[in-house]
């Protein structure tokens, strides 16, 4: 493996042979050491079912190994061609209304097909006989971004498949029963065959049936990576095996329970363009990322050098964006920046979306752009295999994300993952890094932070409380926000007043959730402001053991009079529970008392709003602090050490031009002189 990987996904099957070769010396140009290579290309080594012709994949890969440019071979599943559909019309995908889709796109087929299972594995298997050993094969891509597509298929292939999933799950129809409260509406299942997928029904679905079935659906998804992992492994030892995630973007896909499935965590991340911040959703994305690979470098596998082509408005990235995109993940974690994709395509669906060599070629402003970013990775190489440790993590669980989300709740306008995304970006204003963790992670992971923030934990675990439980209890600091410690992982409701299983933890009882009107807010008598939510709180818990302090009242609305914030002391720690949600400034000042009780300070105090400053360690003591200046003035910054891409020397003081980027390997503590 490269050391810091440059390159993105390449498609030679889009183009003539003569432009392999022009290929292959601009990746040279550009310093490019890594490609995806045929992720789409099914119907190009298999032309026709059990026809393959390797004759072309084997030049390519020829060219690129004498270009010494690596390969991440990609198994092609992520698009069977039209001879598979016509094969075998029984694995395309069936939609929530019952229709069978047709072929044209992508990702048409059922993750739960036996024949689609059956025919990505003879295609694995002749990929992985043939290049397995092959010295420029460094990394196998399993097919592309699982389940964007085709999570959720409707087959009567799935249904079944559905039913045995439930029956490892529940035992039998009484504990399926148990677990989805069919008591409910008269949905008592009395035979295996009167179970489905839940689809389309006039009403609103069963909860419970829904998220076993978004378990399932992400089961499904890991099965079909693991079948053609295990299958590449015994054919091409040594090899880290992968696929790329969408995390933090992507909501169907488990990716906390597939960390460990994946040789290298690899993330694609595109930004989103009517968001002019969108660099801290890219941050929430690499910091995602980062977690879900235990804390370990991880691989930005896709983002884009300009524009996309699937977004309503499809603005174009300004002078330096690329390279302050691609530096800010490799700040949390990244080891490479790699693109989708190579070459502009010049038809299809994506003709439109940028590519390190656009259709203008080498004279285009984005050409320079790349290679400018490929000598700047040349430059930084060094800091490959470091790693980034925040002291404040964020807990994230798709569990919540589903359950949350799913509707019949109080209040649509309370969201898991915009909720997530708002904490987190606060803390990054705030200069502060922070981790975003599966919820899922062992007390020895959670002791080593000083704070973790709990923003919307609706389903909450009885493992997940007492991993909280004993972290708090040991000294840690932690933040909750309304309606969170509610259900269990059936959306039944934990025994007693709310808030369920966190209540003894959090101190308090709430008597009644409060959703607000659209748009109104509520304050409080600390200055605050809260929307969309209150609740009627009382600051003990039943028994009247537990003593907790009221922070803040509310001071109008539904709640007025109560209490808004409260804290808890328990054992050595501090729990804090917001009875309303916060955004913006109100939000920013609930946070940042939190990083104060915590002792959190900024990564680089004083670097100014929009500056992210971000610090990779590595275990001989090195570190190198990445400064991205995402504001249109010039950023200070307090550093000492060798500035990397400029190889300046910095006594104390580091001056980053608007919209400027720089990584200095720091020598010893910061000098303010
Ligand atoms: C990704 C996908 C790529 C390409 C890209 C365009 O989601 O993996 O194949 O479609 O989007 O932005």
Redesign the pocket.
């Known amino acids: 493996m490269p050391r810091l990987a440059f390159g993105g996904?390449y498609n030679p099957d889009q183009w003539d042979r003569d432009v392999w070769r022009e290929d292959v010396r601009l990746m040279r140009r550009a310093g490019v050491n890594l490609v995806s290579l045929g992720?789409?290309s099914w119907s190009w080594i298999e032309p026709d079912q059990d026809r393959f012709d390797f004759s072309g994949l084997d030049e390519v890969i020829a060219l690129l190994h004498e270009g010494g440019v690596s390969v991440d071979l990609a198994t092609p599943s992520a698009s069977p061609p039209p001879w598979f559909s016509e094969a075998y019309p029984d694995a395309l995908f069936v939609d929530h209304l019952g229709r069978r889709l047709g072929h044209g796109s992508r990702q048409g087929f059922c993750p739960s097909s036996p024949a689609y299972r059956r025919r990505t594995a003879v295609v694995a298997a002749r990929l992985a006989r043939r290049y397995g050993e092959h010295p420029a094969v460094v990394m196998w891509h399993v097919g592309?971004?699982l389940g964007?597509y085709n999570a959720h298929c409707h087959c009567p292939t799935t249904a079944e498949a559905f039913r045995t999933w439930l029956r490892a799950r529940h035992g039998d129809l009484d504990g399926l029963n148990r677990a989805w409260g069919t008591a409910f509406w008269s949905q008592r299942y009395s035979a295996w065959s009167q179970v489905r997928v839940p689809g389309s029904a006039p009403g609103r679905l069963n909860p419970a049936q829904q998220l076993d079935h978004y378990r399932f659906a992400s089961d499904e998804l890991l099965a079909c990576y693991r079948w053609e992992r295990d299958i590449i492994r015994r054919r091409s030892p040594g090899r880290p095996v992968t696929t790329?995630f969408?995390a933090g973007t992507f909501k169907w896909v488990d990716y906390c329970r597939w960390g460990p499935e994946v040789d290298l965590v690899t993330n694609?991340h595109?930004l989103t363009a009517a968001d002019p911040e969108a660099h801290t959703g890219l941050a929430f994305s690499a910091d995602l990322s980062r977690g879900i690979a235990g804390g370990r470098p991880w691989l930005l596998m896709?983002h884009?050098t300009s524009a996309?082509?699937?977004q309503p408005r499809n603005t174009a990235k300004r002078p330096g964006e690329m390279l302050r995109n691609s530096l800010a993940h490799i700040a949390r974690g990244s080891d490479g920046a790699c693109f989708?994709?190579w070459r502009q395509s010049d038809s299809g669906v994506?003709k439109w979306?940028s590519a390190m060599l656009p259709h203008g070629g080498e004279s285009t402003r984005i050409w320079q752009e790349v290679v400018q970013l490929g000598a700047a990775l040349g430059r930084i190489g060094e800091v490959a295999g470091s790693t980034v440790a925040g002291e404040v993590a964020l807990l994230w669980d798709y569990e919540n994300y589903w359950a949350l989300e799913m509707g019949g709740r109080p209040s649509v306008d309370l969201g898991y993952a915009a909720e997530a995304e708002a904490w987190h970006r606060e803390v990054w204003r705030q200069g502060v890094v922070c981790d975003v963790v599966p919820a899922t992670a062992s007390t020895d992971v959670l002791s080593r932070y000083r704070l973790l923030l709990l923003p919307a934990h609706y389903l909450a675990t009885p493992e997940t409380v007492r991993a909280l439980t004993a972290y708090v209890h040991a000294g840690g600091h932690l933040v909750v926000g309304p309606f969170s410690g509610l259900v269990d992982r059936d959306d039944r409701l934990h025994p007693g007043p709310y808030p369920g299983a966190l209540r003894e933890l959090l101190g308090l009882t709430v008597d009644e959730f409060l959703p607000l009107r659209e748009n109104t807010t509520v304050t409080l008598d600390n200055g605050l402001t809260g929307r969309v939510w209150a609740e009627a709180v009382h600051p003990a818990d039943p028994v009247g053991a537990v003593r907790t302090a009221v922070d803040a009242r509310f001071a109008d609305g539904p709640a007025a009079g109560g209490p808004a914030l409260l804290s808890r002391r328990a054992g050595t720690g501090l729990v804090r529970y917001a009875a309303t949600r916060f955004e913006g400034a109100s939000l920013r000042a609930l946070l940042a008392g939190a990083l104060d009780g915590a002792g959190v300070g900024s990564t680089a105090p004083g670097a100014g709003d929009g500056v992210e400053v971000v610090r990779r360690r590595a275990q001989d003591g090195r570190s190198w602090l990445f400064v991205l200046n995402h504001t249109e003035d010039a950023a200070e910054v307090v550093c000492g050490g060798v500035e990397l891409l400029s190889d300046t020397a910095v006594a104390g003081r580091l001056t980053v031009g608007p919209g400027g980027v720089a990584v200095v390997r720091e020598s010893g503590p910061p000098d303010a002189g």
């Open positions: 996904d992720i789409f592309n971004e964007g790329n969408m694609d595109y896709e884009s996309v082509q699937w989708f994709q994506e979306h």
